[in-house]
C-alpha cells in the first residue's frame, strides 16, 4: 500500500522481518486484537532460513526442539523427516506455518525498513521502507526513491541475530569475474560447483558445513582457514518414526524440561553435574567417545566444568585434538586443522565428514592467518606472500556482523532523534535484551542482553513473545500508553550480563559473541548464557508491574 501522498496508514504494531520471531509476533498480535505490519526484506518467510540456502545447511538444535510450541496442533502434525532438519525442510515448516494461521497477509516481502523514528510530539513510531536491494554484503543503501511510510505505536524488531551479512573489506573483490556469494545469502537458483576450482573463506558452522558437500562435486575446493575450529560430528540420520511419536506423545513434557536447561535444549542428553578433573583422563576420554558417537551438543554435556574451566576445558579439548589428528591422513594439514583456543568458547560446530573432507585428493587447505588474502583479482586470489589460486567461484563463508548488526543497519531513531548507533557507540545496552532507554515502545525479540544465541532460538523466541504479548495486553488494560527501559535497570543489567559471562570461558576468543570479528566493532559480550534464570528474571520483572520500566498513561 503506497501512502506517499496521503496520511500515512497507522497500524498498532509495525514488526520487522518475518522469520520465526516475526511471524510469531505477527500471530500473537492478532491473538490481541491489534493490527500489524510486517516488513521482510526476503520474498517469503523464513528468515535465517530463507537466506542460507547453502550447500549443507541444516540446524544444530534436533528436529523435534527446533519448533514452535505455542500450538500443541501445529506441534502433533508436523513430521520432521531427520534428526537434525535441513534447510529445505525447515523453511517449509516456516511456510506452513505463515500458510495454517494466514499470516502471508499482513507480510510485506521485498521491502526493507529503512528508517524507524520515535515522534515525540505523537507519540508514534514513523516508519519508513523501500523495495528491499539485494545484495551479497546484506548491507547494502537501499534507493531513496521509492520509500513508504507508515506509523505504528509500537515498533518490535525481529531482525534475526545472524543476518547482517560480513564480507570482508577485501580489495579487488568487485573485479573478479567468477561468481561470488556468501552462505548467509546464497543465490535461490543455487550455484553448480561441478566441474569448476572453488575457494571457500571462513571455516565457522557454515563454511564447516558447507566444505564437505562442495568438495563432492567441485573439481577442486581451496578452503581458506584463519581460524581452526573446533567441531563435533552431528550424526544426523532420518528421525525414526517410533522416537518422534514418544517425543509427541508427551511434548508438552520435553518443552519444560528443556526450559529448564541452560541452552534451552537437549534435555532428553544426560548432562554430568560432575567435574572432568574428578576422574582420570582415560575415564574421561571412554566418556568423551561415547558421546562423540551419539553426536551433538551431548559432547558438552560430559562434565559441568567444560565451560567454565580452562583445566577442564583442556581435556576436552585434547580429545577432540587426538580426533583431528588419528581423522586427518596428512599430519601436517592435521596440525593446521588444529584449533589453539578453548572449546566452546566460539560457538561449537556440529559436521559431517568435515576433517575427513581433507583426505580428498580435491581439497587444499590455506592458512590465512599469517598470510592473508591481500587481493581478490579478476581470476580468483592473490595472498600477501605472492602465492595466487585461479578460481571460478568464491564463497564468502564470513559470518556476519551478529546481534547489532541488522538493527544498526536501519536508521533507527528514539526520543529527541537520538540514533540507535549512539546509544549503543560503546555497545549494545538494553534492559533484558528487550527495551533500550529513549526508545520508547520498541521491543528488540532475542535483542543483545537476552540468552538468544546461546540457548535453542526458538524457545528464545517464544519467550520473547509471549512477555512481550503480556507487556501490551498489561498496557491497554491499565492505560499505559508507553513503555520504556530506565537507564538505572539497564545498567545494571549490562553489568550483569558482562558478570555472568565472566563466569565462563566465552570471553577468551575473538568470536562474533563479543563483535570481535568486525573490524573496529566494541567488543562487548552481547548474549546472556543461561535460559532458565533470565527467564525467570523476566517473570518476576512482569509480576512486579513491569519492574526498571517507566510505564506512561495515556
Ligand atoms: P562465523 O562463525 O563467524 O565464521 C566465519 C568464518 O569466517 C571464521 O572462520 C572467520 O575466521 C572467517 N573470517 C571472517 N572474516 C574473515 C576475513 N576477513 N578473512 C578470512 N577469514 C575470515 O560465521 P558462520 O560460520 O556463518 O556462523 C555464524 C553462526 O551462525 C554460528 O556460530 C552459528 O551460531 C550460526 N550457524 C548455525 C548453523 C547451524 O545451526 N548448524 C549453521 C551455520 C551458522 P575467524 O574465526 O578468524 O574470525
Known amino acids: 500500500m503506497s501512502t506517499n501522498d496521503q496520511s500515512p496508514v497507522h497500524y498498532d504494531a509495525v514488526v520487522i522481518g518475518a522469520g520465526f520471531a516475526g511471524m510469531y509476533m505477527l500471530y500473537k498480535l492478532r491473538q490481541l486484537g491489534l493490527t500489524a505490519r510486517v516488513y521482510e526484506r526476503g520474498d517469503d518467510v523464513g528468515g535465517t532460513w530463507y537466506w542460507n540456502r547453502y550447500p549443507g545447511a541444516r540446524c544444530d538444535v534436533e528436529s523435534l526442539e527446533y519448533c514452535y510450541s505455542f500450538d500443541p496442533e501445529l506441534e502433533q502434525e508436523w513430521e520432521w523427516t531427520e534428526r537434525y532438519p535441513g534447510q529445505p525442510e525447515i523453511l517449509r515448516y516456516a511456510q506452513h506455518v505463515a500458510e495454517r494461521y494466514d499470516l502471508y497477509r499482513d507480510i510485506q516481502f521485498n521491502t526493507m525498513v529503512t528508517k524507524a523514528a520515535f515522534d515525540d510530539d505523537t507519540g508514534q513510531w514513523q516508519v519508513s521502507s523501500a523495495p528491499a536491494v539485494n545484495h551479497i554484503d546484506h548491507n547494502h543503501a537501499p ?36 561468481e561470488v556469494c ?27 558445513q558447507a566444505i564437505p558437500v562442495i568438495a563432492e562435486t567441485a573439481d577442486h575446493l581451496t578452503v581458506f582457514q584463519r581460524t581452526p575450529q573446533y567441531a563435533i560430528p552431528a550424526r544426523n540420520h532420518p528421525l525414526d518414526p517410533a522416537e518422534q511419536a514418544e517425543v509427541k506423545a508427551d511434548y508438552h513434557r520435553l518443552r519444560e524440561q528443556n526450559k529448564t536447561q541452560q ?63 588419528e581423522t586427518v591422513q596428512d599430519p601436517e594439514v592435521a596440525d593446521r586443522l ?64 551478529a546481534m547489532t548488526g541488522s538493527l544498526l543497519r536501519i536508521n533507527i531513531q528514539g526520543r529527541g532523534g537520538l540514533p540507535l548507533a549512539e546509544q549503543w557507540y560503546a555497545g549494545p545496552r538494553t534492559y533484558l535484551g528487550l527495551g533500550v532507554p529513549d526508545f520508547p515502545n520498541m521491543f528488540t525479540i532475542t535483542g543483545p542482553g537476552s540468552p538468544s544465541v546461546l540457548a535453542n532460538m526458538i524457545v528464545c523466541i517464544e519467550q520473547h513473545v509471549d512477555w512481550i504479548g503480556d507487556c501490551i495486553d498489561y498496557m491497554r488494560a491499565n492505560g499505559h500508553r508507553h513503555i520504556e527501559a530506565t537507564e538505572e535497570a539497564t545498567e545494571a543489567w549490562v553489568d550483569h550480563v558482562n558478570l555472568v559471562a565472566s563466569y565462563t570461558l566465552y570471553p577468551t576468543c575473538n568470536s562474533w559473541y563479543l563483535g570481535a570479528n568486525i573490524p573496529g566493532k566494541t567488543r562487548v559480550f552481547m548474549p546472556l548464557p543461561g535460559f532458565p534464570d533470565y527467564a525467570e528474571k523476566c517473570e518476576q520483572v512482569a509480576a512486579a508491574g513491569y519492574e526498571g520500566f517507566a510505564l506512561i498513561p495515556s
Open 143 to 178: 534507493n531513496d526513491d521509492d520509500t513508504d511510510h507508515v506509523t505504528a505505536q509500537y515498533l518490535i524488531t525481529a531482525v534475526g541475530c545472524l543476518s547482517s551479512s560480513n564480507v570482508p573489506d577485501i580489495a579487488g573483490v568487485d573485479t573478479f569475474q567468477g
Open 338 to 401: 588444529i584449533p589453539t583456543t578453548y572449546i566452546g568458547c566460539k560457538r561449537l560446530v556440529l559436521d559431517t565428514d568435515y576433517f575427513k573432507t581433507f583426505n580428498r585428493d580435491n581439497v587444499t587447505l590455506v592458512d590465512i592467518s599469517e598470510n592473508v588474502i591481500d587481493e581478490i583479482t579478476p581470476d580468483g586470489v592473490r595472498l600477501t606472500d605472492g602465492t595466487r589460486y585461479d578460481l571460478d567461484v568464491i564463497v564468502f563463508a564470513t559470518g556476519y556482523d
Open 263 to 325: 541452552g534451552a535444549l537437549g534435555a532428553r542428553f544426560d548432562w554430568n553435574e560432575g567435574s572432568v578433573l574428578d576422574v582420570e583422563v582415560e575415564e574421561a576420554f571412554k566418556e568423551f567417545e561415547a558421546r562423540w558417537e551419539i553426536g551433538g551438543f551431548a559432547f558438552l554435556g560430559a562434565y559441568s566444568d567444560i565451560a567454565r574451566t580452562p583445566e577442564a576445558n583442556h581435556v576436552a579439548a585434547d580429545f577432540v585434538k587426538q580426533k583431528i589428528r
Open 182 to 208: 556468501h552462505t548467509g545469502r546464497y543465490p535461490k537458483e543455487g550455484i553448480d560447483f561441478a566441474g569448476k576450482r572453488v575457494g571457500i573463506i571462513g571455516t565457522g558452522s557454515s563454511g564447516i
